[in-house]
Nanobody, 121 residues
Framework: QVQLVESGGGLVQAGGSLRLSCAAS????????MAWYRQAPGKPRELVAT???????NYADSVKGRFTISRDNAKISVYLQMNSLRPEDTAVYYC???????????????WGQGTLVTVSS
């Protein structure tokens, strides 16, 4: 089976920085796209940033210029560097990856358990 485990969340003041990490483990054959989503209280989950296997990136307008997504294929990990944090960035952040598990028929979506980021004003 596959697990995605996030870390790096916490409490930070507005204007501060945090770096989220997500490590995948299991019988993994290949990973295609990786992404970070977030869900604020009372709001639907939204896409924050994506990175392809060739490291092409895409960002939500609300985080462009402040957040940077990266990946380390050797460590089967994806990261989210968050700078100039704002109170409206407060949310549970989820790691997402398209993973091909050994003996599977193709890529399937996998999610981490989430890590809470709280930005105080």
């Amino acid at each position: 089976q596959v697990q995605l485990v996030e870390s790096g969340g916490g409490l930070v003041q507005a204007g501060g920085s945090l770096r989220l990490s997500c490590a995948a483990s299991g019988t993994i054959f290949s990973i295609k796209n990786m992404a970070w989503y977030r869900q604020a209280p009372g709001k639907p989950r939204e896409l924050v940033a994506t990175i392809t296997s060739s490291r092409s990136t895409n960002y939500a307008d609300s985080v462009k210029g402040r957040f940077t997504i990266s990946r380390d294929n050797a460590k089967i990990s994806v990261y989210l560097q968050m700078n100039s944090l704002r109170p409206e960035d407060t949310a549970v952040y989820y790691c997402n990856a398209q993973i091909w598990v050994h003996h599977a028929a193709g890529y399937l979506e996998h999610w981490g358990q989430g890590t809470l980021v709280t930005v105080s004003s």
